[in-house]
């Protein structure tokens, strides 16, 4: 089975020399794409100068889902791996996804991550939503059969946060099994802690109403996890305010965020659910759009 791994970047430079190192020692044979988009920390003559990536497509967007698509326009192996800049593959790792893809439609792996605290490790994920099924899958490890991804046509572009979780009710609505294999291992390393980014709940919310909504309809279900997970994020930001790590203005600020991303997710779901009532569920995907390359490096 051809294996093509698909490395979205953006100002990882140092980060991706070490991913592509790991790519170049454990899978050898592996068509590599690099997706760039858009640097500005020296990545394009990096990976020009080596000799172990296949093909380094440059985008203008930032947004991964895209990202991940413009690799998806170029792979050619039967199985596509999804590898995070920030990870190292294992000894194992070639074998645990050939292995995986024999049983299954899609496998997935943990990822070890070294802190400044110890060594963490995140296991499998299961949810039941709407009586279905679903495994979610490690969006930086995980590999599919390609005939999968060209049947869900990719990644939905229009998810700004969580589109590996939109994929997985759409793989789980079409019946497809998500393999769990603790052998497909990926690691990643940090010196410091790097400090904590601020929370976009506005995009938060809104990617999850549109991906509930859009999968499930606007079911009491659904609407029940979108106000419990608000609820409790409105909650830990409650008690922030009674500990003075925040102010009681930017708890009502968020609550509007969050707010109207909800409204604008459910809004955008139902539309979504209308466009394209197919299994796939995916109007905004790969097929979509042929733009998203503004320079190709082709050395196959």
Known sequence: MELSVVVPTLNGREELAGCLDALAEHVPDAEVIVVNGPSADGTTGMVRDRDDVSVLVEIADRSVNTARNAGLDRVTGEAVALVDQTLSVSEGWADAVRAGLGAGSVVTGPTHERLMAGLTTDSEERRTIAGRQVTYFNPGNVAFRREVLEALDGFDESVAIGGARDLAHRLSGTGH????????TASR???SDGGMLATDWGNKYRSL?????KNYGLR??????????????????LRGVLRNETTLSEWVGT???????????TKDGLIASVRDRTDRRNPNGR?????????????R
Do not use: C, K, N, Q
């Open 255 to 265: 609550g509007r965020s969050v707010v109207g991303g909800i409204a604008s997710g």
């Open 209 to 213: 109403a549109y991906r509930l909504v």
């Open 220 to 237: 009491p279900t659904v609407v029940r996890r979108i106000v419990s997970h608000a609820g409790r994020d409105g909650g830990d930001a």
């Open 287 to 299: 097929s979509v759009r042929a733009d998203r390359a503004v320079t190709v490096y082709d050395w």
């Open 177 to 184: 099994e998500v393999i769990w294999d603790t052998s497909m």
């Open 189 to 191: 390393e940090f010196e």
